[in-house]
C-alpha cells in the first residue's frame, strides 16, 4: 500500500490517502478540509477513490467530505457514535468563526472488526472511544491510522462532548498497543510515531495521568 497524506485546515489536520499499488483504487481517510488539496495528491498519487473512511466526525475531520463524497461519487463511512458530532459541526464551525461545512450523508455505519478492500488492499476496524464515542482506527499492513486517539508523545482530548479519559487509555491500551511494536502510527494531527516508541515513553497512558496535560486536539 501506498500510505501519503496532505495537512489541511486552521487545525493542521492530517488527510491520509491510502491507495493500493496493483490497481490504483484508494481510501480517503478523515478529509477535514481544503478538497482540493486533497484531490490534488489522489491526482499525483494517479489514485482512483473508492470510499471515505473516517476516524471519529469531529469538524477538523469532516469538512471537506461532502466535496469529495460528491466529486468522486463514492461512500462516505463513519461509526455511529458519531451522529452527535455530525449533527453538531455547524455549531461548532460558528463557535471558531468558521463557515460551516455541509454535513455529510453517511451512507453506510462503521462496525467493529469490519474490513474495507480497495483493490488488493484491505483496512480493519478497531474500535477506540474515548476522544469521542464512536472513534475507531484502521489498521493496515504495518501501520495504523488512529486518528485523535494517539500522538506522538501524546493523546486526543477528552474535555469534549463524548470524550472519557478511561476510556481513551483503554483503548489505548488494550486496541492499539497489543499491535506489534514496529507498528507505524499515522496520527490524526502532527508527526508520525511507532507503537513501541508510544508504549515505552508515552506519558498520558499510565496509570496516574493527566489529561488535562494533553495536545489540543
Known sequence: MIVRHVVVGM?????????????????????GDEGERIADLVARLDA???MILNTHAHLDHIGAVAELRERYAIPFLVHEGERMNLEDAPAHARMFGLEAPPVPEVDEWIREGAEYR??????????????????????????????????????GR????????????????ERLFTLPPETRVHCGHGPDTTIGREKATNPFVGDGADPSLAGMF
Not at 120 to 131: I, K, Q, Y
Not at 160 to 173: A, E, K, M, Y
Open 118 to 155: 480497495f483493490g488488493e488492499s484491505v483496512l480493519a476496524v478497531r474500535e477506540t472511544p474515548g476522544h469521542t464515542a464512536g472513534g475507531v482506527s484502521f489498521v493496515g499492513d504495518g501501520f495504523v491510522l488512529a486518528g485523535d486517539t494517539l500522538f506522538a508523545g501524546s493523546i
Open 48 to 50: 482512483r477513490p473508492v
Open 11 to 31: 487545525f493542521q489536520e492530517n488527510c491520509w490517502v491510502v491507495v493500493c499499488e496493483k490497481t490504483r483504487e484508494a481510501v480517503l481517510v478523515d478529509p
Open 158 to 173: 477528552t474535555d469534549l462532548p463524548g470524550g472519557d479519559f478511561p476510556t481513551l487509555r483503554r483503548s489505548i491500551r
